[in-house]
């Protein structure tokens, strides 16, 4: 069980009528469990402490815990010129994340007990010998597990650390309309990580002697990401009967490594060559437009959302030495003859995304005794395709077990009433 401590101080400053500070810090603490099967008792425990051809063992035995998350952070916002109609808006701060207790699961119950998987298949009888009777088990063989491949925590793991600096321009246009710019900046370290510091590219250190280690996937806090970003917005809401608002964002989102959806393999190209993984990230998207629209026509009210996004990246594969053109499906296919690696996430998926969602509804009033409101909904009014592009090299499934299409939604429509009392 992962325990969490927090203290925060605040405080609002107004040295000028038209200028107003917020200021703070923030310190926080993430408290990790200790593993299953302590340091003195796991099978690695000769290798604590020890270089073995360059290489420091990179774990001891434990998960640590990060106690010295501060977290400053200050904000402004600046009344031009004191109409209250231009404001300028700045903010600076550092953020720590927590690390989902899913990334600790291995570390915590496979980090070298010992421990091993008993196989037996009719089919490689001449091999690993017959399978036993029904209602036997298999006999636990004498020794210990021969290379057994073990999870374990880097000893200087950290949690990651953000610095957010945000600078926006806001001004009233006319009667009701509003405008505004805002770039943003995020500079991310200490970003999660699997490695094997095993691996046959670093010599493979831990291998020799009784207690030689196949896999060892150390979980590392080796990796960053750098996001840059503007947003324009375009917004009406002060009149009840026609409001909107629209917001565009370009933005530019690299990163060295993406575990946080899939905390269960390797994404590098080679272990011992990182370079090449810095580029656009998965999260990585151009383009992306968010608006809504609300109308009071004739008693009816209709309600518009629409959402365009631009594609994500996928990496791609090398062959003779080039850039093919085509997807890699592994990354080590990133990998050339000649030893060169292809950056990561250099070409785009076919996923782009649009959805046009529609909501028309009408109330009828009965006095007293409340209104029945009819309702109308849309989803995906153009019926676009939005292909999902997973980029899996075998079947996605629903959780009721059927076959889960390679397209995103189709158009659908729903009716309704609704008693307001």
């Known amino acids: ?37 302590p340091p003195e008792s796991v099978f690695f425990k000769p290798f604590i402490g020890t270089v073995s051809k360059g290489q420091a063992f990179p774990s001891d035995g434990k998960i640590p815990s990060d106690k010295n998350m501060f977290q400053p952070r200050f904000g402004l916002a600046y009344d031009v010129d004191g109409s209250g109609r231009q404001v300028v808006r700045a903010s600076a701060g550092i953020y720590y994340a927590r690390f989902a207790a899913l990334n600790l699961a291995s570390v915590r119950s496979t980090n070298g007990s010992i421990g091993q998987t008993l196989f037996r298949n009719s089919a490689l009888i001449p091999i690993l010998g017959p399978p036993p009777a029904y209602g036997q088990l298999l006999a636990p063989p004498g020794g210990l597990p021969f290379q057994p491949s073990v999870f374990v925590a880097d000893k200087h793991l950290q949690n990651p650390r953000t610095l957010n600096l945000t600078l926006g321009y806001e001004t009233q246009i006319g009667g009701d309309l509003g405008l ?33 280690l196949g896999t060892l996937t150390t979980l590392e806090s080796s990796a960053r990401s750098r996001y840059w970003g503007v947003t324009f917005g375009l917004k009406r809401v002060l009149d009840p009967n026609f409001q909107f608002q629209l917001n565009y964002t370009l933005s530019y989102d690299k990163s060295d490594d993406d575990n946080e959806r899939d905390p269960f393999s390797f994404r590098y190209a080679r272990a011992s060559i990182l ?59 990133r990998i050339c003859a000649n030893g060169t690696i292809l950056k990561r996430n250099t070409l785009r ?36 395709d939005n292909f999902r592009d997973p980029a899996a090299t075998s079947l996605l499934f629903n959780f009721d077990g059927t076959i889960r299409s390679g397209l995103g939604d189709p158009r659908q429509m729903q009716a309704g009433v609704r008693w307001v009392f």
């Open 180 to 212: 505004s710019i805002t770039g943003t900046h995020a500079r991310t370290d200490h970003l999660l990580r699997f490695i094997d510091r095993n691996d046959p590219a670093f010599g493979r250190p831990w291998a020799n002697g009784p207690s030689g």
């Open 275 to 333: 370079g090449p993984e810095y580029n656009w990230s998965d999260r990585d998207q151009r383009h992306r437009f968010n608006g809504w629209m609300l109308a009071r026509v004739g008693g009816f009210s209709i309600n518009n959302r629409l959402s365009i996004y631009s594609p994500e990246p996928i990496s791609e594969k090398c062959v003779n030495n080039l850039p093919s053109g085509k997807r890699a499906t592994t990354p080590q296919d």
């Open 349 to 384: 998926k076919d996923n782009a995304f649009f959805s046009w969602d529609v909501r028309i509804s009408r109330s009828v009033a009965f006095g007293r005794q409340g209104d029945l409101e009819a309702i109308l909904e849309i989803f995906n009014v153009t019926n676009t």
């Open 1 to 37: 069980m992962q325990r969490e401590l927090a203290v925060f101080l605040q405080d609002t400053w107004k040295p000028d009528p038209r200028l107003t500070l917020n200021y703070g810090l923030r310190w926080e603490a993430q408290i990790e469990p200790d593993p299953i099967t």
